[in-house]
């Protein structure tokens, strides 16, 4: 299954015997599923059907589904909708009493009043009606979701650049692991020095101490796990679907391994400024994969 974007459109129009269907799809970006249906009076009765077909369809995004109807009677000239007439009638005779007024229908107008010009219709959607809103919408359904498939190759192509570009980072990072440890131990050496001049320290919070400087004195671990999550991250791009929560926590992790890596070598003089660089520019990449998986299903 291939990454889709949550921002997508789509539209289908279908004929039939029962009349012409029309569906129109819009989505933007949602952390869960939120569909809004708008559905004429005539096809209220197919709205649990129509949030199923959209629910298979999509997992996440807010959804905009507007289906319209016209039946083929409507199109042949069904005559005067005389209860909604009458009611117009009844309105200016009430307003002309009220206010003292001369006032006459106006006929024309009446006539662009909407649903002047159809028959009252049944509450009960036929068979052929369902049919043909089913058939429309999943014609709609199908081009709204090969849109967002664009849209995720677009947005895959951005994020692998960034994820490629970290893997050779993390790389680097490791390879120039071996030029800045000898700092890291000779601050993790003076420090114990501190300690142990220290007569007044307990033998635990000694040992203690030890373990966090020493701990603090290397950046094996972070580099590791950064290539290790970057790894991840470029299968998780192969493998396509629906990766924008398990992405999100992916970034968070990086990010963390990151910033330990800036934290352990701040001060390392010119033997840390090129590892600084290169945390720098992963978390530049790291923040636009985060803002393109906004986007992503």
């Known amino acids: 299954m291939k990454i889709r974007s949550m921002t997508g459109f789509a539209r289908a129009r279908r004929t039939g015997a029962a009349g012409e269907a029309t569906v129109t799809i819009k989505s933007v970006n949602h952390r869960s599923l939120d569909t809004h249906l708008h559905l004429g009076q005539e096809l209220e009765m ?6 199923r077909m959209v629910r298979e369809s999509a997992s996440r995004g807010h959804v905009n589904v507007r289906i319209s109807f016209s039946a083929a009677h409507a199109a042949s000239g069904a005559g005067l909708n005389r209860p909604l007439f009458e009611a117009y009638l009844a309105a200016v005779r009430t307003a002309a009493e009220d206010y003292g007024a001369t006032v006459q229908p106006d006929f024309h107008a009446a006539l662009h009043i909407p649903g002047m010009m159809a028959p009252p219709r049944d509450t009960d959607t036929s068979d052929e009606t369902a049919a043909l809103v089913r058939e429309t919408l999943a014609e709609a359904l199908a081009a709204f979701n090969s849109f967002r498939e664009r849209e995720g190759d677009a947005l895959l192509a951005l994020m692998r650049e960034c994820g490629e570009r970290i893997e050779q980072r993390a790389i680097e990072i490791e390879s120039r692991r071996e030029e800045v440890t000898p700092w890291l131990r000779r601050r993790l050496e003076e420090r114990l020095g501190e300690l142990l001049a220290n007569t007044g320290l307990e033998p635990q919070r000694l040992a203690q101490e030890a373990a966090i400087l020493a701990d603090r004195s290397d950046i094996a671990e972070e580099t590791g796990r950064l290539r290790v999550h970057a790894r991840e991250l470029l299968a998780m791009f192969d ?5 924008g929560k398990k992405l999100d926590f992916l970034l968070q992790e ?3 391994e990151t910033n330990t ?3 352990k070598t701040s001060g390392a003089g010119e033997l840390g400024l090129r590892i600084t660089a290169l945390g720098l520019d992963n978390k530049t990449d790291i923040e636009r994969i985060r803002e393109q998986a906004l986007n992503v299903e």
């Not at 493998?239 to 990766?243: A, V």
């Open 254 to 256: 990086m990010n963390r």
């Open 261 to 263: 890596i800036l934290s």
């Open 239 to 243: 493998s396509g679907g629906e990766i």
């Open 46 to 51: 197919l709205e649990p059907e129509v949030r």
